[in-house]
T-cell receptor
Framework: DAGVIQSPRHEVTEMGQEVTLRCKPISGHNSLFWYRQTMMRGLELLIYFNNNVPIDDSGMPEDRFSAKMPNASFSTLKIQPSEPRDSAVYFC????????????FGPGTRLTVT | AQSVTQLDSQVPVFEEAPVELRCNYSSSVSVYLFWYVQYPNQGLQLLLKYLSGSTLVESINGFEAEFNKSQTSFHLRKPSVHISDTAEYFCAVRPYGQNFVFGPGTRLSVLP
């Protein structure tokens, strides 16, 4: 398996623009997680899905952030409008389920908002 | 609520010296335990995990961790570190039936 795939790997955009980050989980995994990592705040869970359904989005910073999982093999994280403080590395991770299974992380998307 | 504490945010150590990275957790239910490693500009990779059975678990690159239920700890150790072990290390717990909780990470710097 190719592992968790994220695109783009790097994104540079101007303040106010819409940004869409994409994730393809490992085939067969039914839980998907979006994280944000910054030097100041470390690794933060934004939202996670079980069987394509959002379970906990309490980590989403504000209404500018939204996430969808239209099917088992694809998820998006959208920021609209983007702000400089959104600059971070965004990771997607997937896992097999609720049991004794580890998370598999993607390589991340480095977002820079100028 | 569950939480994970990694008391040392940074650990500098000389090459070939031993190292211990500490991890303590709190949980009202039993947990699965994990250590992840993040090399510069990469995602997190699983280093080792404790699910059940023997409380001492090992990785393929010489790290080991011991689950201590009474002290609610899962410290990571390596008897002799290499320059290539320089990375950030995250301890994580997954309480049974619940979501993952990650610690804040410990940055290990191996000095020549």
């Amino acid at each position: 398996d190719a592992g968790v795939i994220q695109s783009p790997r790097h994104e540079v955009t101007e303040m106010g623009q819409e940004v869409t980050l994409r994730c393809k989980p490992i085939s067969g995994h039914n839980s998907l997680f979006w994280y944000r990592q910054t030097m100041m705040r470390g690794l933060e869970l934004l939202i996670y899905f079980n069987n394509n359904v959002p379970i906990d989005d309490s980590g989403m910073p504000e209404d500018r952030f939204s996430a969808k999982m239209p099917n088992a093999s694809f998820s998006t994280l959208k920021i609209q409008p983007s702000e400089p403080r959104d600059s971070a590395v965004y990771f997607c991770a997937s896992t097999l389920g609720n049991g004794p299974y580890e998370q598999y992380f993607g390589p991340g998307t480095r977002l820079t908002v100028t | 609520a569950q939480s994970v504490t990694q008391l040392d945010s940074q650990v500098p150590v000389f090459e070939e010296a031993p190292v211990e990275l500490r991890c303590n957790y709190s949980s009202s239910v039993s947990v699965y335990l994990f250590w992840y490693v993040q090399y510069p500009n990469q995602g997190l990779q699983l280093l080792l995990k404790y699910l059940s059975g023997s409380t001492l678990v090992e990785s393929i690159n010489g790290f080991e961790a011991e689950f201590n239920k009474s002290q609610t700890s899962f410290h990571l150790r390596k008897p002799s570190v290499h320059i290539s072990d320089t990375a950030e290390y995250f301890c994580a717990v997954r309480p049974y039936g619940q979501n993952f909780v990650f610690g804040p990470g410990t940055r290990l710097s191996v000095l020549p």
